[in-house]
């Protein structure tokens, strides 16, 4: 599987709860980029949607950035030496999330430390390798529990504040003239521990035309906002 796949797969993921929701078929979805959706057909229209990930606090956003670039650098490391035909699940610890600096070198140590052990010694929590790549490498962060009882919907504000300066460059795209309506999909992993409630709700002015919250590890019923 190269990135490219992966990445629709992730975006398919996401937007599963919202085509299963609306009874859209799945010959009328397009996975695509820029925006991540397209619905071919929706009562008469064609809809681009934007995906994007909900997290509960920005240091958590922060850290897993930084991880995430670790994760990247590994990557590359593995394939530069040929070492490649697999996915390397990287679950890192309390600590190396609570650093606002890491030292790059000693995190892929430890990574590499894992492999084989399926723990690391600071970094590393758990690892785990799946050999379901041929020609490829990949590395990523397993998410980590974060317990939130309920939704912050000031960082639902800001993901819909930072999403309506990509909706303009999209609506400036000449392969998207054809779209009349775009949505935005904001899709809480099962391991936050969020789970939205029917009566949420959120007074919200924005340029998509729909807004949902949506879980698709849970199957919740998505919640529209907008």
């Not at 070492?83 to 995190?107: E, I, N, T, W």
């Not at 939130?148 to 998207?176: A, C, F, H, T, V």
Request: proline fraction near 3%.
């Amino acid at each position: 599987m190269t990135n490219k796949e992966y990445k629709k797969q992730l975006e398919k993921h996401h937007i599963t709860p919202i085509i299963n929701h609306l009874n859209i078929s799945w010959e009328d979805v397009e996975i695509g980029d820029e925006p991540d959706v397209i619905i071919r057909n929706y009562e008469g229209k064609i809809i681009g949607v934007e995906n994007v990930k909900y997290h509960p606090t920005q240091d958590k956003q922060r850290s897993d950035a930084r991880l995430d670039k670790i994760c990247k650098e590994y990557e590359k490391i593995l394939r530069e030496r040929g070492d490649v035909g697999f996915q390397l699940s990287v679950q890192f610890s309390d600590f190396a999330h609570s650093l606002k600096r890491l030292d790059s070198k000693k995190v892929i140590e430890d990574i590499e430390y894992s492999r084989g052990r399926e723990v690391g010694k600071r970094f590393v929590w758990h690892s785990m390798r799946s050999d379901i790549l041929k020609d490829n490498v990949r590395v990523l962060r397993m998410d980590t529990q974060f317990i939130s009882d309920e939704i912050d919907y000031s960082i639902i504000r800001k993901l819909i504040e930072k999403k309506e300066r990509r909706l303009i460059s999209y609506k400036q795209l000449e392969k998207n003239k054809f779209i009349d309506e775009y949505w935005l999909n904001i899709n809480i992993p099962f391991n936050e521990g969020v789970i939205y409630k029917p009566e949420d709700t959120l007074n919200v002015e924005s340029d998509y035309t729909r807004i949902y919250l949506s879980t698709y590890e849970l199957g919740d019923t998505p919640l529209r906002i907008k």
